[in-house]
């Protein structure tokens, strides 16, 4: 497996996929430049870099502007698996934790309403 097609893996959007690509060549760069070598639109940009920051992709300097950089792929996959692995946990617990909907069985003597429209029909029932 490429490193692409890991990102496909991870969910990464194709916008995401080129930022992260980018920022990794450029080491650290301004939100400016991340967006002219990715060739991502800058209006873009920032919701970009904010979605890999969530996903611990990216991580920024409180500079002014904002630096970027990217973390380690190693790393911040792994982080990635931890967060994953946390997910699933807590849907495996709330699925044994959830109360299913009882079944309702119908008994086999049940009763049955039919709905005869017409006094010719209602005769042929009867009789």
């Given at each position: 497996?490429?490193?692409?097609e890991l990102l496909n893996e991870i969910g990464l959007s194709e916008y995401e996929k080129k930022v992260y690509t980018t920022l990794l060549t450029l080491d650290?760069?301004?939100?400016?430049?991340?967006s002219k070598e990715s060739k991502v639109s800058y209006g873009r940009i920032y919701d970009i870099l904010e979605g890999l920051e969530s996903k611990g992709l990216v991580s920024y300097l409180p500079t002014s502007p904002k630096t970027f950089e990217a973390i380690d792929p190693k790393v911040a996959l792994k982080i990635l698996l931890k967060r994953r692995a946390e997910e699933l946990q807590r849907l495996e617990t709330g699925l044994l934790r959830v109360k299913l909907p009882e079944k309702r069985?119908?008994?086999?003597?049940?009763y049955t309403t039919i709905m005869?429209?017409?006094k010719q029909?209602?005769?042929n029932m009867l009789y």
């Amino acid at each position: 497996m490429d490193f692409i097609e890991l990102l496909n893996e991870i969910g990464l959007s194709e916008y995401e996929k080129k930022v992260y690509t980018t920022l990794l060549t450029l080491d650290k760069a301004k939100s400016r430049e991340i967006s002219k070598e990715s060739k991502v639109s800058y209006g873009r940009i920032y919701d970009i870099l904010e979605g890999l920051e969530s996903k611990g992709l990216v991580s920024y300097l409180p500079t002014s502007p904002k630096t970027f950089e990217a973390i380690d792929p190693k790393v911040a996959l792994k982080i990635l698996l931890k967060r994953r692995a946390e997910e699933l946990q807590r849907l495996e617990t709330g699925l044994l934790r959830v109360k299913l909907p009882e079944k309702r069985y119908i008994e086999e003597n049940a009763y049955t309403t039919i709905m005869v429209y017409g006094k010719q029909k209602q005769m042929n029932m009867l009789y």
